[in-house]
């Protein structure tokens, strides 16, 4: 009988499918996300907002692109998309100061939303809207 209950619970579990899947609920889809485009982006600090542009590419479940306060002033950064959330790293080159070090963002349509941390803005709210085709 022991023998029997094994190998159903073998066959059913393979029935459930790839844990990857789903996303970190395990009743939630991972969402089918491309946030590769530009963005304009918008930080809200206790000192006021800070603005800039964001561009992005997507392969995979990694980000790359750059953002900073404009075209000619842009930063690296790179990132990680899990589901609908992506959390994004600047990376600065040696003396300089970007607007935040890291940001966790949710995607919302055409819309990113999220706090950052670190940098000047530190703990702030951001929103990145994509640029129209």
């Known amino acids: 009988m022991a023998r029997f209950s094994l190998l159903?619970?073998?066959?059913?579990?393979?029935?459930?499918?790839p844990v990857s899947e789903r996303g970190t609920d395990a009743d939630e889809p991972?969402?089918?996300?491309?946030?590769?485009?530009?963005?304009n982006v918008s930080i809200a600090v206790d000192a006021g907002t800070i603005t800039g542009?964001?561009?992005?590419?997507?392969?995979?479940?990694?980000?790359a692109g750059s953002m900073g306060p404009n075209e000619d002033n842009?930063?690296?950064?790179?990132g990680v998309v899990n589901g609908a959330r992506i959390t994004l790293?600047?990376?600065?080159?040696p003396g300089v100061t970007t607007a935040f070090d890291r940001s966790v963002l949710?995607?919302?349509g055409e819309t990113l939303q999220g706090t950052t941390e670190g940098g000047r803005a530190d703990q702030g709210a951001i929103t990145l809207v994509r640029f129209p085709d």
């Open 53 to 63: 542009l964001a561009v992005l590419e997507q392969s995979g479940d990694r980000v």
């Open 8 to 17: 159903l619970l073998v066959s059913i579990g393979g029935c459930v499918g």
């Open 30 to 39: 991972v969402a089918n996300v491309d946030v590769t485009g530009r963005w």
């Open 106 to 108: 949710t995607v919302d």
């Open 74 to 78: 842009l930063h690296p950064l790179e």
């Open 89 to 93: 790293t600047m990376r600065p080159g």
